[in-house]
Protein backbone atom coordinates (compact mmCIF):
# COMPACT_ATOMS: atom_id res chain seq x y z
CA UNK A 1 0.00 0.00 0.00
CA UNK A 2 2.63 2.61 1.33
CA UNK A 3 4.15 1.55 -2.55
CA UNK A 4 1.65 2.37 -4.53
CA UNK A 5 0.47 5.46 -2.91
CA UNK A 6 4.23 6.57 -3.38
CA UNK A 7 3.90 5.86 -6.69
CA UNK A 8 0.67 8.26 -7.26
CA UNK A 9 2.72 10.47 -5.25
CA UNK A 10 5.26 10.84 -7.78
CA UNK A 11 2.81 10.60 -10.78
CA UNK A 12 1.30 14.10 -8.96
CA UNK A 13 4.74 15.64 -8.99
CA UNK A 14 5.74 14.57 -12.59
CA UNK A 15 2.40 15.91 -13.87
CA UNK A 16 2.86 19.60 -12.11
CA UNK A 17 6.40 19.87 -13.38
CA UNK A 18 7.97 19.28 -10.30
CA UNK A 19 11.93 17.47 -10.91
CA UNK A 20 12.23 14.17 -8.69
CA UNK A 21 15.79 14.27 -7.30
CA UNK A 22 16.77 11.77 -5.32
CA UNK A 23 16.52 13.67 -2.33
CA UNK A 24 13.06 15.10 -3.21
CA UNK A 25 11.95 10.98 -3.70
CA UNK A 26 13.80 10.46 -0.03
CA UNK A 27 11.80 12.60 1.54
CA UNK A 28 8.35 11.64 0.17
CA UNK A 29 8.99 7.90 0.58
CA UNK A 30 10.40 8.27 4.71
CA UNK A 31 7.04 10.79 4.84
CA UNK A 32 5.31 7.87 3.37
CA UNK A 33 7.04 4.70 5.01
CA UNK A 34 7.15 6.31 8.99
CA UNK A 35 3.29 7.59 9.29
CA UNK A 36 5.16 9.67 12.23
CA UNK A 37 4.04 13.38 11.90
CA UNK A 38 8.55 13.97 11.75
CA UNK A 39 9.82 17.32 11.71
CA UNK A 40 12.04 18.78 9.34
CA UNK A 41 14.97 18.46 11.82
CA UNK A 42 13.85 14.23 12.15
CA UNK A 43 13.28 13.95 8.20
CA UNK A 44 17.33 14.91 8.09
CA UNK A 45 18.71 13.01 10.89
CA UNK A 46 16.94 9.62 9.06
CA UNK A 47 18.32 10.73 5.51
CA UNK A 48 21.68 12.83 6.45
CA UNK A 49 23.31 9.08 5.89
CA UNK A 50 22.10 8.37 2.61
CA UNK A 51 22.68 12.40 1.60
CA UNK A 52 25.75 13.65 3.33
CA UNK A 53 25.86 17.04 1.31
CA UNK A 54 22.09 17.20 2.09
CA UNK A 55 21.36 20.08 4.59
CA UNK A 56 18.64 20.58 6.88
CA UNK A 57 17.20 23.87 4.13
CA UNK A 58 17.47 21.17 1.45
CA UNK A 59 14.62 19.27 3.45
CA UNK A 60 12.67 22.52 4.27
CA UNK A 61 12.75 23.00 0.43
CA UNK A 62 11.94 19.36 -0.88
CA UNK A 63 8.99 20.38 2.09
CA UNK A 64 7.65 23.14 0.60
CA UNK A 65 7.61 21.94 -3.11
CA UNK A 66 5.80 18.85 -1.56
CA UNK A 67 3.45 21.06 0.54
CA UNK A 68 2.69 23.58 -2.37
CA UNK A 69 2.22 20.10 -5.07
CA UNK A 70 -0.63 19.24 -2.23
CA UNK A 71 1.35 15.72 -0.66
CA UNK A 72 2.09 16.99 2.00
CA UNK A 73 0.47 19.16 4.99
CA UNK A 74 2.07 20.97 7.68
CA UNK A 75 1.02 21.23 11.06
CA UNK A 76 2.03 24.19 13.12
CA UNK A 77 1.83 24.11 16.82
CA UNK A 78 2.78 27.53 17.89
CA UNK A 79 6.80 28.25 18.26
CA UNK A 80 7.64 24.92 18.09
CA UNK A 81 8.87 23.23 14.99
CA UNK A 82 6.48 22.52 12.32
CA UNK A 83 6.12 18.73 11.51
CA UNK A 84 4.72 17.31 8.65
CA UNK A 85 1.90 14.77 7.33
CA UNK A 86 1.84 12.91 4.40
CA UNK A 87 -1.73 11.62 5.02
CA UNK A 88 -4.01 14.82 3.21
CA UNK A 89 -7.24 12.78 3.84
CA UNK A 90 -9.42 14.74 6.64
CA UNK A 91 -8.34 13.57 9.98
CA UNK A 92 -7.50 14.47 13.21
CA UNK A 93 -4.75 14.03 15.50
CA UNK A 94 -4.09 12.56 19.16
CA UNK A 95 -0.85 13.96 20.68
CA UNK A 96 1.17 12.81 23.66
CA UNK A 97 1.84 15.29 26.56
CA UNK A 98 4.90 13.05 27.75
CA UNK A 99 6.90 12.15 24.10
CA UNK A 100 4.77 14.22 21.66
CA UNK A 101 3.62 11.39 19.38
CA UNK A 102 1.06 11.72 16.74
CA UNK A 103 -1.44 9.55 15.89
CA UNK A 104 -4.27 9.87 13.21
CA UNK A 105 -7.35 9.39 14.09
CA UNK A 106 -11.13 9.73 12.22
CA UNK A 107 -14.59 10.76 13.20
CA UNK A 108 -16.65 12.11 10.16
CA UNK A 109 -18.99 12.92 12.25
CA UNK A 110 -17.72 16.36 13.30
CA UNK A 111 -17.49 17.39 9.43
CA UNK A 112 -20.95 18.65 10.52
CA UNK A 113 -19.52 21.12 12.84
CA UNK A 114 -18.23 23.46 9.51
CA UNK A 115 -22.06 23.99 8.24
CA UNK A 116 -23.03 24.65 11.73
CA UNK A 117 -20.20 27.29 12.60
CA UNK A 118 -21.28 28.63 9.11
CA UNK A 119 -24.96 29.21 9.98
CA UNK A 120 -24.53 30.61 13.64
CA UNK A 121 -21.68 32.64 12.39
CA UNK A 122 -22.16 34.03 8.45
CA UNK A 123 -18.86 32.77 7.81
CA UNK A 124 -17.37 31.38 4.96
CA UNK A 125 -15.58 27.88 6.61
CA UNK A 126 -12.46 26.80 4.98
CA UNK A 127 -11.63 23.76 7.25
CA UNK A 128 -11.17 22.94 11.09
CA UNK A 129 -8.39 21.87 13.03
CA UNK A 130 -9.00 19.50 16.77
CA UNK A 131 -6.40 18.18 18.79
CA UNK A 132 -7.00 15.40 21.49
CA UNK A 133 -4.33 15.34 24.29
CA UNK A 134 -3.06 13.14 26.78
CA UNK A 135 -0.80 9.96 27.34
CA UNK A 136 0.21 6.74 25.03
CA UNK A 137 0.11 3.23 25.67
CA UNK A 138 3.88 3.23 25.63
CA UNK A 139 4.34 6.68 27.73
CA UNK A 140 1.29 5.15 30.74
CA UNK A 141 3.62 2.34 31.04
CA UNK A 142 6.97 3.54 31.45
CA UNK A 143 5.31 5.69 34.22
CA UNK A 144 3.73 2.50 35.85
CA UNK A 145 7.48 1.13 36.63
ZN1 LIG B 1 3.99 8.99 24.67
ZN1 LIG C 1 -1.93 12.91 10.55
Known sequence: MPEQRLRQAIDTLKQSGVRI?????????????SMTHPTADEIYKALEGK???????????NLRVLREAGLVRELTYGDASSRFDCNTTDHYHIICNECGKIVDFHYPKLDEV??????VTGFDVSHH???VYGTCEECQQTEQH
Open 114 to 119: ESLAEQ
Open 51 to 61: FPNMSVATVYN
Open 129 to 131: RLE
Open 21 to 33: TPQRHAVLEYLMK
